[in-house]
């Protein structure tokens, strides 16, 4: 039976929590508005107002009040009188509470400011390709974070305290084993492609794509790809993102490169995966803290999967192909598709992550991977970083930086304080191959689909297997609903392994 | 000597205005958002966090807290202590709490609640001329404000209450007194225009103007002002608008017509002027709440003055109609400068407000001052309005709406329970032309700068005199430190009558 005043304290928590969302989607909306073309001069009082909304927000998932309601639907007899979804947004409020009440306000202000500096320093750092510059800022970074894990606590590796804000569970000897089984498939199988002497022709990739024709193509694919613009807009911005801002407002932007007509393409793809992720929460989670995708692993993999599974595949372009000529008339007239797939699936070891091919991608992640785990187990000081990343690069890819620009610096994420977060990309790219391997199961005529471009019935599928649930389901309980199996990395490496041994005649 | 703690309270009341002020910003970028693209799925929840903010905004301005500070600031030992502008500020405070105290938070609520309801209702019936339709809403509204009246207390007339909120210290005596002298002098002016027989030719207007040339010369008008496009931007919308975010971030927008040049072009020197204003003042102003403009009369001084007394002057199109047959190629190539000049000031009563020229605008505004006032003084019931509007528009304007949706439905403020707004417009013309006239004798070259496309000293004047100021001064001070009398009439009855006569031959 309900103690008194149960539901009235169930409606009065909803109540504050979606208060407490309704700052974040203002945030959100400030943050979207400060990267598409807010004027300049206006940025430092935004950035008050910005701060202003993010203190009122910290306050109200740390308040005495928020304290004494978790209290009250934590104890074994309210809590059990909550729904399955209920439940879930107490235990996600708490874990949020608890970690949000460990760190003292002053640590956590300071940390705050110093990563604000962080980030321009970096900006100026990487610009002059000087490390230096930005290692007495970066040494901070890391011993603050090792003090918050002091502070949170840990089990096994200090490191899995700072995986497990990304990507709930996960943990070292996870990924240590995930990616020690997909590096020992990908760099044999990068080998023999360098080898390969059937390589893709790409020469026709080298020329100039008017920007309102790049827009055009790239409008019509998300709407092929079932984005709904009437609940989303694309816009420009120097860094893509994606933002839902709520499952009827979810924004995306892109970046057109005149002379590369696949950037601007599968960059929009890209962040339309994560849209269609948004887009597509069940509106009974709207207001809550589980109205958004469950963590950045099974969003990265929503991205991945529609850039890389769809995107690059060769139904795809069977069937797109020549709404591409038409787009550029003229200007793709001796090519076949065929020739156009392989070139757009061409795998060159680079130095810049974010330009990598779809398989070199990983071994990008797991250098990054590697220094994280060193940094928090102590084992590598921050002053050795350059010297480590470079020989990481040559080890795994092959390739040396000429400088710290293209090197170590190459990345914003840690001047962020963002560590624990580069694992998502590849955790992504398996989490796809794997939800990707059901997904054939239960549409076999999936490659019939795409080039017949029906879309819509492969966005139904993973909305009812995974986008509708935002936040309720775990990553791990989500994979083990969809596949009936944990993460797996077999299927990422056999993925791979069929599509370039096909692609370079292996 | 000051009391312990003054500079600790003072420095916390600037904080807590400040937060106050932020929202505000949230609240004002929101809006801007909605109204220039936000995708439509997502207004309801954004319309939830906007009431959110909202919300929080007047809990601040009528807290106890807020109570104790204004109380203890408004002590005559302490007040004596505060700057000038720290003393207008806590008046400017004092003045809202007051207001919103005095209002239980039942009423206000229903009052949002109703007049939100009304503003879709009026929509309806505009488009369907059905007054009947809107007539119970607008009823409701009339006798709630009443109610806010009674509770705020009122001096000589009822309607000084609300015209105050506008133009505070304006009242129905000086009303009568200015637009009964401006009237005497425009009906006799506008029956001499109709009876001339020296009209402006103006069919090379009728033509189609693409889009984008129409933006591109909007753009370049703007600069020409010395818009800061640092501080500001230009957007699409239905309906025109500025909003000051902060003075580096004033948005305008406007809306282009194919067959009508001069609508997008006078429209963004308008929203030009309202964000010069805004531009313009005094950093030491941000985040307090006296950083805005001093009142909608003073505001729409500044959008008038730009976009009738200099964008519809004679100078300026010697100047810049060189440039608008450029940029619409062989489009004006048989046109003088003197015949497009008289083509843009030609003088025709019309039914529609926002359609009607400089001269017959002011009566227009006369009509709806004379049926609010009548309302107020509960001399004439919602019911009688459509009979009342046509009656003064035949009188005043000599025209007769076919319909309601041409009539007394015509515009929004009603149904937003905006009265004692519409007065601000043709104040805005009195104040122009009564501060044009001292910047033609400190500036006596004015016509030639405009002539030469010198702009900025014009800019820089007014920023000097009135934009700086901010809230800082009222309107009647600004018009007395200006121009060394109060308002007067006379000055916008000479301008008109200098201008008409002349290119009407009379």
Redesign the interface.
């Known amino acids: 039976m309900s103690k008194p005043g149960f539901e009235q304290k169930l409606t009065d928590f909803k109540e504050y929590l979606?208060?407490m969302k309704?700052?974040e989607?203002?945030i959100g909306?400030?943050y979207w508005?400060m990267r598409t073309?807010?004027?300049?001069?206006?940025?430092?009082?935004?950035s008050?107002?910005v701060g202003?909304?993010s203190g009122?927000y910290f306050a109200l998932s740390v308040s005495e009040q928020m304290g004494e309601m978790l209290e009250y639907f934590k104890e074994p007899d309210t809590y059990a009188q909550l729904s399955r979804t209920d439940r879930t947004i107490v235990d996600e409020c708490k874990k949020e509470y608890d970690r949000s009440k460990k760190i003292p306000q002053k640590l956590h202000q300071e940390y705050v400011v110093l990563t604000s500096q962080a980030e321009s320093v970096w900006e100026e750092a990487k610009e002059a390709s000087d490390y230096k510059m930005f290692q007495p800022y970066l040494e901070k970074i890391v011993a603050t974070n090792l003090e918050f894990i002091k502070l949170w606590g840990y089990e096994g590796h200090k490191y899995n305290t700072l995986l497990d804000m990304y990507e709930p569970g996960m943990t070292v000897s996870k990924l240590d084993q995930v990616f020690g089984a997909l590096r020992e498939k990908v760099v044999p199988l990068l080998a023999a492609i360098q080898q390969s002497n059937h390589k893709p022709t790409t020469g026709f990739l080298q020329q100039t794509f008017e920007k309102e024709k790049q827009k055009q193509f790239s409008l019509f694919i998300l709407k092929q790809m079932g984005y709904?613009?009437?609940?989303?807009?694309l816009d420009e911005t120097v860094h893509p993102f994606a933002t839902g801002?709520?499952?009827?407002?979810v924004?995306i932007t892109t970046r057109y490169l005149l002379d590369d007509v696949n950037s601007a393409l599968f960059g929009t793809i890209h962040e339309g995966g994560h849209a269609l992720y948004e887009q597509n929460i069940s509106p009974k989670l709207?207001?809550t803290p589980l109205c958004t995708g469950t963590s950045m692993g099974i969003h990265e993999s929503q991205s991945r999967f529609w850039e890389n599974m769809i995107g690059r595949s060769r139904p795809f372009w069977r069937r797109y192909f020549g709404d591409l000529q038409q787009n550029y008339p003229g200007q793709f007239a001796s090519v076949s598709v065929e020739d156009y797939y392989r070139a757009t699936n061409e795998v060159k070891p680079s130095l810049i992550r974010i330009e990598a091919d779809e398989l070199t991608y990983n071994l990008h992640i797991m250098v990054r991977y590697e220094i994280e785990k060193a940094l928090f187990s102590e084992s590598v000081s921050v002053a050795d970083l350059p010297e480590v990343w470079n020989e990481k690069y040559k080890e795994y890819l092959g390739v040396v930086p000429n400088n710290d620009g293209e090197g170590v610096l190459q990345d914003v994420h840690w001047a962020g304080g963002s560590f624990g977060y580069f694992p998502s990309y590849a955790l992504g790219n398996m989490y796809a191959a794997q939800i990707g391997r059901t997904l054939r199961k239960e549409l076999p005529d999936f490659d019939q689909l795409i080039e017949e471009g029906k879309l819509l019935p492969i966005k139904d599928w993973l909305t009812d297997k995974i986008y509708q649930y935002g936040k309720e389901l775990s990553p791990n309980e989500i994979i083990l609903q969809v596949t009936g199996e944990e993460l797996n990395p077999d299927y990422l490496v056999d993925y791979l392994t069929e599509k370039y041994s096909d692609i370079y005649k292996l």
Do not use: C, H, Q, W
Not at 37 to 46: E, N, S
Not at 228 to 233: L, S
């Open positions: 979606k208060k309704s700052y989607e203002a909306l400030l508005d073309g807010a004027p300049k001069k206006g940025i430092a009082t935004r008050e107002v202003m909304l009122e709904d613009f009437e609940a989303g807009r801002l709520n499952p009827g407002d924004r709207i207001g």
